[in-house]
């Protein structure tokens, strides 16, 4: 079983900052690709940034040069780094990766439960 867990969020004025942290545990043998989906109540969730095991970026336009996601491999972690935040920013952060189980193979799409993010003065 692998888990995901988020944290981080919280109540953030505009133009502050703030860091989200995902922990993945379990069965990991490896994990290829991590990323950040944020969604706001009756809207589809969003992709907001994405690393792969190489350490490869991507953003969406609406987050590029004021998000920066990284992770550290040893420790099966995600980050993303919020700066400049505007209150369209807020949002439900969810932690989603495609763990690899098995030096064999075998692969899982994981999410996390989620951390609030509020922008707002």
């Known amino acids: 079983q692998v888990q995901l867990v988020e944290s981080g969020g919280g109540l953030v004025q505009p133009g502050g900052s703030l860091r989200l942290s995902c922990a993945a545990s379990g069965s990991i043998f490896s994990i290829n690709v991590m990323d950040w989906y944020r969604q706001v109540p009756g809207k589809e969730r969003e992709l907001v940034a994405i690393?792969?095991?190489?350490?490869?970026?991507s953003y969406a336009d609406s987050v590029k040069g004021r998000f920066t996601i990284s992770r550290d491999n040893e420790k099966n972690m995600v980050y993303l780094q919020m700066n400049s935040l505007k209150p369209e920013d807020a949002a439900g952060y969810y932690c989603?990766?495609?763990?690899?189980?098995?030096?064999?193979?075998?692969?899982?799409?994981?999410w996390g439960q989620g951390t609030l993010v509020t922008v707002s003065s």
């Open positions: 989603n990766a495609i763990v690899v189980l098995t030096p064999a193979g075998g692969y899982l799409e994981v």
């Open positions: 690393i792969t095991s190489g350490g490869s970026t």
